[in-house]
Antibody, heavy 120, light 109 residues
Framework: QVTLKESGPVLVKPTETLTLTCTVS??????????VSWIRQPPGKALEWLAH???????SYSTSLKSRLTISKDTSKSQVVLTMTNMDPVDTATYYC????????????WGQGTMVTVSS | EIVMTQSPATLSVSPGERATLSCRAS??????LAWYQQKPGQAPRLLIY???TRATGIPARFSGSGSGTEFTLTISSLQSEDFAVYYC???????????FGQGTKLEIK
């Protein structure tokens, strides 16, 4: 069974750096053309794609947030990590990780999401 | 950057009727278009990829069509469990970027 699970802080202060971890199971991050993205959703608002990492370690970032984001993976731990610097209250959202399989360019499996609140 | 525009923002339809949701891309995305369903408190679920291919386990009443800049998700006979928010998403080949629409809320009439 393929699963993804997000973990990280529930609350961060403005200007702090957020670090989120996505732990996957049921597949390997080294599988050819496999990829994992981070996507967020502010309360009551739409989905926003943030970053993606491919099995060959190629990375891609949202144009508007690129300067604040870093995505990485540890294949041995089956984890994908996202860091976002200089957090602001507008970054309050549920953060999801999701998989893109080799066969298509859509997010076929999603984690349950983790809610992050930015407040002093 | 490609912008995805969904219409309408809210669609009111009676159970058993057909629902048609639209998604427009600001430039051609070929068939690199997916549709998701999201219910309150849940993660999105993949319905359609490649503009028209149903994902595993998705009922046949869901169908997708279109290519280039105009796409449609059709639900042929609405069931109670279909009332939710629907998002379209495009994939850009290079640089690899993904963009979601702002969503269409499908509500019971």
């Amino acid at each position: 069974q393929v699963t993804l699970k997000e973990s990280g802080p529930v609350l961060v202060k403005p200007t702090e750096t957020l670090t989120l971890t996505c732990t996957v199971s049921g597949f390997s991050l080294s599988n050819a053309r496999m990829g994992v993205s981070w996507i967020r959703q502010p309360p009551g608002k739409a989905l926003e794609w943030l970053a993606h990492i491919f099995s060959n370690d190629e990375k891609s970032y949202s144009t508007s947030l690129k300067s604040r984001l870093t995505i990485s993976k540890d294949t041995s731990k089956s984890q994908v990590v996202l860091t976002m610097t200089n957090m602001d209250p507008v970054d309050t959202a549920t953060y999801y990780c999701a998989r893109i399989p080799p066969t298509n360019n859509a997010f076929d499996i999603w984690g349950q999401g983790t809610m992050v609140t930015v407040s002093s | 950057e490609i912008v995805m525009t969904q219409s309408p923002a809210t669609l009111s339809v009676s159970p058993g009727e057909r629902a048609t949701l639209s998604c427009r891309a600001s430039q051609s995305v070929s068939s690199n278009l997916a549709w998701y369903q999201q219910k309150p408190g849940q993660a999105p679920r993949l319905l359609i990829y490649g503009a028209s291919t149903r994902a595993t386990g998705i009922p046949a009443r869901f169908s997708g069509s279109g290519s280039g800049t105009e796409f449609t998700l059709t639900i042929s006979s609405l069931q109670s469990e279909d009332f939710a928010v629907y998002y379209c998403q495009q994939y850009n080949n290079w640089p690899p970027l993904y963009t979601f629409g702002q969503g269409t809320k499908l509500e019971i009439k």
